[in-house]
């Protein structure tokens, strides 16, 4: 997978896999790996589930430049919100296991619980609302983000599986 040549451009995969209505608890696992990981802005990583009329975005972001934290997404101001866990520097050409762990609470919040980078967890414990959405169904995602200067690099995800119940 290969980030553009813009400033700032991204470029997104997500993998639609059907109406599951009733799943509350949701961990996304899987291993990248990045050639050129000082060309990135951010990587991004997810799920979306639509169900009862709301929408539920469990987005992640790993942001490489000037914080270097994990960042969630907050649908309320359309805006990233920095968690108190950095998120460092991939080495570069190597395998890296992701594992994150999301789930919605009874009022509808999503609640961002842990990452855990090559094994070691780290606490979250973020709640961000929902918003809403006529649809139905659960989707896996993943952005790359270009750097200011637009360089290009690569990712390559394996192993990729969002399990839920």
């Known amino acids: 997978m290969l980030a553009g040549s813009q400033s700032f451009s991204g470029v997104l995969w997500y993998n639609y896999l059907g109406s599951f209505d009733t799943a509350t ?3 996304y696992d899987l291993s990248f790996y990045i050639d050129n990981p000082a060309s990135a ?3 991004e990583f997810g ?3 639509s169900a009862g009329g709301n929408r539920y975005r469990y987005y992640v972001q790993c942001l490489l430049v000037g914080q270097q934290v994990w960042r969630v997404w907050n649908p309320s ?5 920095a968690s108190s866990v950095p998120c460092a520097m991939p080495a570069a050409n190597t395998w890296n296991h992701l594992i994150w762990e999301f789930e919605r609470d009874s009022t509808g919040n999503v609640i961002f619980t842990a990452v855990t980078v090559n094994g070691n967890r780290s606490l979250i414990n973020l709640s961000m609302p929902h918003d809403s959405d006529s649809t139905s169904g659960l989707d896996a995602m993943f952005q790359l983000d270009a750097d200011v200067n637009g360089t290009p690099y690569s990712v ?3 192993n990729v599986t969002l399990t839920f119940w």
């Open 47 to 49: 799920a979306s589930q």
């Open 156 to 158: 390559w995800l394996d």
């Open 77 to 81: 101001s359309n805006a990233w919100v």
């Open 41 to 43: 802005q951010a990587l």
């Open 25 to 27: 608890h949701f961990v």
